[in-house]
């Protein structure tokens, strides 16, 4: 029975494990969606809607009815005395007698209803609330085409690592083989010293090249681990090629993109910081007009020598009350006029950078656009150099062997060639890169 057991809690626990274990192999739009979920940046972004949504009804809240209890017992430890004339008591005149009005002990239970009928303050605050809660809403978005990018831009850096390691691997063996033989036959006395030695001082450079961008591969996947929201040193697999992905993301149809900042995440922020500055004018302006209160109580208290308030023959007496408050401000010494001209002057510098948001974000489009078209045009570019740079290390190399060139040349021709190589690689990066820097400017989350 008890092996049973911790099998079954063994069961439950690996199942358990494995239900809340993350994904480790992404494709980019897999990476994407995971990310504009667990992230932690998205996370928060999602709380701050729940915090805004929680304030909007505890605004809500204080124009309804409020109803407070209070429970007040008295104990004297030394009662109060109060003094009466003599004379009352037939006393001579001049003399007091000691009276003790209250009982030794009292209790009192109220209960109180308070009703807000009018307060200008609580007008703009619901106001203010609906506006908060948008604001915390586009602020999401925000977070969103933001975490989009940088999981764009980390995918990209690992797979350009990746690549970046395969080609250089391989020119690495290429270039060990070429020093082998130049080697032997330079043993047999039919090559020059120089020739071996351009060789190493080519791998030798490209072997501090390889090392450094393995360095380089195991950041980027941290990086993008960081930006999903799992584990720094989760081991991450991706599916998608940097290749096949930068034509993906070669789109002339981007480049013809609605261009109205109206309908963009950064115009609507502008727009929302206006409205909530329009608020602060309002709410100052409030501050002028009167508030219109009432309230309802009613209670029980008991007395007596002593504690005895729960028993059934304790006296008990009722008492309720009705009331209504109404507060006028009348004269501010111009402070509430003050308020109000700091809240405009807000206002206008808010209109000033909803206007000086719209300039920008037309720039910025166009900036985009046209890295976005130019990262189009290098990456053609780049990959013609790189068939031109491949031939040419051809050449020289059958040259070099032949007995035609120097080894200095051919070293030429394989440096420009290791260059080309990375170039290529570097500019399919940066269509995707640009493509995603678009997509944020123009709000756009699906593209």
Known sequence: MRNTLIIFFSLCLNISAFAQEAPTSFSLQEAIDYALVHNRTVKNAVRDIEIAEEQKWETTATGLPQISANVDYQNWIKQQVSL????????????????????????????????????????????????????????????????RKAVINAYGNVLLTEESLKILESNKAILESNLNEIQKTYE?????????????????????????????????????????????????????????????????????ADENVENTIDYLIAQNDVESKDLFVKLAMSDGLPTLSAFVNGGYSAFGEEFGFFKDNQKWYGSSMFGVNLSIPIFSSLGRSAATQQARIDLEKANENLIDTEQQ??????????????????????????????????????????????????RQAQTQLYSAQQEYLQSMLDIINKKAELDAILSNLNN
Not at 198 to 218: A, E, H, M, P
Not at 370 to 392: G, M, P, T, V
């Open 361 to 410: 974000l037309k720039f910025q489009i166009a900036t985009a656009k046209s890295e976005y078209q130019y990262a189009i045009e290098d990456y053609s570019n780049k990959k013609e150099n790189l068939e031109l740079a491949e031939r040419i290390e051809r050449k020289n190399e059958t040259k070099f062997f032949e007995g035609i060139s120097s080894s200095f040349d051919l």
């Open 188 to 256: 047999n006395g039919l090559e020059e010293e120089e020739s071996v030695e351009q060789i190493k001082i080519t791998l030798s450079g490209l072997i501090s090249d390889l090392n450094n961008v393995k360095r380089l591969n195991v950041l980027s996947y941290q990086m993008l681990n960081i930006t999903l929201g799992i584990d720094l040193d989760t081991n991450t697999t991706l599916t998608d090629d940097l290749e096949i992905l930068a034509l993906q993301y070669t789109s002339l149809e981007a480049l013809a």
């Open 84 to 147: 009466l004339p003599g004379e009352i008591a037939g006393g001579p005149a001049g003399t007091f007698i000691p009276v003790e009005f209250s009982p030794k002990q009292n209790i009192g239970a109220t209960a109180t209803l308070n009703q807000l009928l009018f307060d200008g303050s609580y007008i703009v605050g619901l106001q203010a609330a609906k506006v908060y809660l948008q604001i915390s809403e586009n602020s999401k978005v925000k977070t969103d085409l933001e975490v």
